[in-house]
Structure formats: structure tokens, C-alpha cells
């Protein structure tokens, strides 16, 4: 028996034991799964509660289901925040998507000294990387959802963090030291991880020092120059080695 289909809504929708599910997936609900009364979902509140529930009426501005089960799933292993030098467009998107399906709890998007990328509507372009979160939850299985957050400057966002016991900054650089395995394994109490990513061009070597006179140790990924989608991979997928499986 295949798995019900995965939609996220939001957690006022959930009240007692029923949801009305609406919005966007009304359609693809009705119109291109052709679900009908009796069959199952799964919904998801993007805070880590999951329903599986059943339809119990389709009507034009809604569909009525009710709620079979209700679960609570704990996410596993540290907050990882992914400060990424904006992209040209598609490397972008792509970056932020599979970024949601390595485990990333927000996106930053970083404007940064060598940054080649105008963003001439920052809400609109902000939106449209939020869906792409979404969507790619909600294909990966997740049942949260990754939070974009506005666009800044990357000066201003080093600014903002303090490295603690249990909190991890990291700025992948060509120059870095030490290999980020290592790192990642001297500190396997780490609640709170950021790594910082640049854009096409990378970081400056101003911009590397300072991030490291704010807590950020300079790591490497290896002895090859990455591109900033490839860096952003590299990263998310040693540190979900290390702490997330």
C-alpha cells in the first residue's frame, strides 16, 4: 500500500479532531490526485506535528477530513543555520532546496563583498525561496519547514552571533586550517551550528578575518576550490554525517 500524500498546512487549521484543509493543495488534492471521500492524508503543521487523516467531505473552498492519528516528531541533532553568499538564480535555488533536504533549520541569504547578484525585489525573491522550502519538505519527508529569513548584509549577521559550548560558527574557506571532520568531531555537544558560504568568487581575506575575530574558525573542505553550490553541499552533507544520522 503506497504512503498517503504529504501536505503541510498551518497549525491553526488543526482544530480538535478536524482540518479543513485549504489553499494551494485544494487543487492538486482534488483536481490532480482526484482524492475523494475515505481516502487518507498526511498533514504536517511545520512545527513537527504530523495527522494522518481521513477525507470526510470535498467542496469547492475546502476539504473536510478527520484526524485517524496524531504524532510528534523530535527533530534529531544540532540547528543548522546556512548563511549563504546569494547566488546567480538557479545555483540559488538549488542551494536552498537541497539544502531543506539535508536538514537545515533556516536559510540566510548573504550579501557579501564579492557578491555579483542584484536583488531587485527582495520580498518577492525571499517568497519564492520559502516555497522552495516547502516543497522540497515536503517531497524529502520532513515535517518541518526551513525558515528564510530576510536578506542582509554578511557583516551585519557575523555581528549578530556568539560561539558558546554549544553553539558552533563555521566559515568554510580556501584558506582554512583545519579539515571541517575534524572540527565537527572535537565538538559532538554542539546544539547550534552556522556555516558561513560564499557566493561565486568566495570570501575576502577581510571578510575571513572578520568572521574569525567573532568566534568563526576557518575551516577546509578539502584541497580542491569548490563552487558556492558544491561548498554549501559539501558542508551540509559532513555535518548531517556527523551529527544527524
Not at 29 to 50: A, C, M
Not at 69 to 81: F, L, Y
Request: glycine content about 10%; aromatic content about 4%; charged content about 30%.
Amino acid at each position: 500500500m503506497s504512503k498517503p500524500p504529504r501536505f503541510f498546512i498551518d497549525p491553526s487549521q488543526a482544530s480538535g479532531d478536524s482540518i479543513t484543509v485549504t489553499g494551494d493543495d485544494l487543487r492538486h488534492i482534488r483536481t490532480v490526485l482526484r482524492k475523494k471521500q475515505g481516502d487518507l492524508l498526511t498533514l504536517l503543521d511545520g512545527k513537527g506535528t504530523e495527522y494522518t487523516v481521513t477525507i470526510t467531505d470535498i467542496r469547492k473552498d475546502g476539504i473536510g477530513t478527520e484526524v485517524i492519528e496524531c504524532r510528534q516528531r523530535e527533530r534529531h541533532g544540532p540547528a543548522i543555520t546556512l548563511g549563504q553568499g546569494i547566488a546567480k538564480a538557479d545555483r540559488m535555488d538549488w542551494i536552498v532546496q537541497k539544502a531543506t533536504e539535508l536538514g537545515v533549520s533556516s536559510v540566510v541569504p548573504l550579501v557579501t563583498e564579492r557578491t555579483i547578484v542584484k536583488v531587485k525585489d527582495e520580498e518577492k525573491r525571499v517568497s519564492r525561496w520559502q516555497k522552495i522550502c516547502r516543497e522540497a519538505a515536503m517531497q524529502c519527508g520532513r515535517t518541518d519547514i526551513p525558515k528564510v529569513r530576510s536578506i542582509r548584509p554578511l557583516g551585519e549577521f557575523v555581528r549578530t552571533l556568539v560561539s558558546g559550548a554549544e553553539t558552533l560558527l563555521l566559515m568554510p574557506w580556501e584558506e582554512g586550517g583545519e579539515p571541517l571532520k575534524q572540527v565537527l568531531r572535537a565538538r559532538p555537544a554542539a546544539r547550534n551550528i552556522v556555516v558561513l558560504i560564499g557566493p561565486e568568487g568566495g570570501f575576502s581575506r577581510v571578510e575571513a578575518d572578520n568572521a574569525r575575530e567573532k568566534g568563526f574558525l576557518l575551516v577546509s573542505l578539502g584541497p580542491t576550490i569548490l563552487r558556492t553550490e558544491t561548498a554549501a553541499l559539501a558542508a551540509l552533507g559532513m555535518i548531517g554525517y556527523e551529527y544527524l544520522l
